[in-house]
């Protein structure tokens, strides 16, 4: 008899082992976060854009909402200074953005929203992604925009 509790009981600490081992997997598993969204409203209608996860992002996110004028840059995109500067936490040195990008050029502390690609460029970080509205901003001249979070509906 005691071989057979004995034997029980190791399967039984296996068991437990084994679960602990599965609940530690899931809690070092990545998370599926939904990006958060930001709109941009402009008298030309709304520009809406994905802000990645990093320390900038989170920084800008923090800002909101904000009363910005957008003004033309280089042909290339839209900049405005921004009230206070971001974080450069676990950014690269620099890179180079592509069209539609949203980025933060530290050197000037201001925002730029690419409408044409650009060249490589120190200083710069990408803060995230414009998926509508893109054709705004090719609009020649200055623009008073508020940028706003979009709240995620509710089920």
Do not use: C
């Not at 008899?1 to 437990?16: E, G, Q």
């Not at 996110?61 to 974080?87: F, N, V, Y």
């Not at 901003?137 to 008073?144: D, I, P, Y």
């Amino acid at each position: 008899m005691p071989l057979a509790s004995s034997s029980a009981a190791a399967i039984v600490v296996s068991l437990l082992l084994a679960g602990a081992s599965l609940a530690a997997g899931a809690q070092n598993a990545p998370s599926r976060t939904v990006p958060v969204k930001i709109r941009i409203v402009t008298e030309h209608g709304p520009i809406v854009a994905s802000l990645s996860d990093t320390p900038a992002s989170r920084d800008f996110l923090a800002l909101l909402p904000l009363k910005l004028t957008l003004g033309d840059h280089a042909a290339t995109e839209k900049i405005a200074d921004l009230p206070e500067r971001l974080s450069k936490k676990g950014a690269p040195a620099g890179y180079a953005p592509r069209t539609g990008d949203m980025a933060y050029y530290a050197p000037w502390g201001n925002l730029a929203l690419y409408h044409k690609d650009f060249r490589y460029s120190d200083g710069l970080i990408k803060l995230g992604q414009i998926d509508e509205g893109l054709a705004i901003l090719r609009r020649s001249g200055a623009m008073r925009v508020t940028v706003e979070r979009v709240e995620p509906a509710q089920p």
